[in-house]
């Protein structure tokens, strides 16, 4: 069983031909809203590849929070330990243009999860194969269930998204951390390359495109991305972090899983929404069987 402690949101998703220039007002030519959030997303990453997953957060009394917990258990995603708080669910507006996007994400009930519930939780991550959490929760909620993971052997994934809440204190408890570039240069400085050979085998560096990069021990390792035509990027770092996580909770080692998560992550740009092109294991099987860049 995999544990997704993380944020459930509802995507406001704009496509618009240009991105619009400090004060100036530009058309749209789509509207619609889709399920998102990188906890959920993740854990429904991690579910359509016959994963079993549970899920730990928090959704609005909302229309918004009924809507994603239904599409959430539609997914084959345990939602029991999903709480439904007062207030709003959070919400991200998701502007694209020519297949890149900005993205503004509102909490709304994501930070309503507390330690001490968390801490009454600490029985099933313990009992998880795998936890995996991001940085759209709150900041003692992510160092408490890190401290539970690293306490009871559970390997535990941090992804560290958005990077401004990272702390170095973080790292001691991560078993893997998944930054991509633009992370890594935050979190490490311009030479990230660097601190990957601090955490062989555990912090592996997203690169788009062009795969992703880690450290062995060894060598550097650069596991290359697959051809892909990309419709939309969004959500294509929370695919590649469910599936890292589904192939190591089945034992593969770590290169062949970022090999496997590379290959989730180039068939999940090439749908529309973070959740719509992610992929089952048939499809990205194909994919590993139809090679690398």
């Known amino acids: 069983?995999?544990?997704?402690?993380?944020?459930i949101n509802m995507d406001l998703v704009i496509q618009t031909d240009h991105f619009p220039k400090q004060g100036e007002t530009t058309l749209g030519n789509l509207y619609t809203t889709v399920p998102g959030g990188k906890g959920a997303n993740q854990a429904v990453a991690a579910a359509r590849l016959g994963t079993a997953v549970q899920m730990i957060g928090a959704v609005g009394q909302d229309a918004f929070g009924t809507e994603l917990l239904t599409g959430l258990e539609a997914e084959g995603v345990q939602v029991q330990n999903v709480k439904q708080s007062e207030g709003a669910s959070g919400i991200a507006n998701i502007l694209l243009s020519q297949g890149d996007n900005r993205i503004i994400v509102v909490p709304g009930a994501n930070h309503s999860v507390t330690v001490e519930e968390i801490n009454a939780f600490a029985e099933k991550l313990?009992?998880?194969d795998l936890v995996i959490m991001q940085l759209e929760m709150p900041i003692p909620v992510i160092q408490r269930t890190l401290e539970i993971c690293h306490k009871n052997g559970v390997p535990a994934i941090l992804n560290p998204a958005p990077a401004s809440g990272f702390t170095a204190d973080f790292l001691p408890f991560c078993t893997y951390l998944t930054p991509n570039e633009t992370e890594a240069e935050e979190l490490f400085g311009g030479n990230w390359?660097?601190?990957?050979?601090?955490?062989p085998n555990r912090l592996v560096v997203t690169l788009g495109e062009k795969g992703a990069q880690f450290y062995d021990g060894e060598k550097h390792v650069i596991v290359e991305g697959f051809p892909t035509t990309a419709v939309d990027t969004t959500g294509a770092g929370d695919t590649f972090n469910g599936a890292l996580a589904a192939a190591l909770a089945e034992g593969q080692d770590f290169e062949a899983a970022v090999r496997f998560a590379n290959a989730a992550a180039?068939?999940?740009?090439e749908k529309f929404g973070a959740q719509g092109g992610m992929p089952d294991r048939k499809a990205v099987n194909e994919r590993l069987k139809g090679g690398s860049l």
């Open 193 to 199: 390359e660097k601190a990957l050979l601090d955490y």
């Open 266 to 269: 180039s068939l999940s740009v």
């Open 1 to 7: 069983m995999i544990t997704v402690v993380g944020s």
């Open 126 to 128: 313990a009992d998880s």
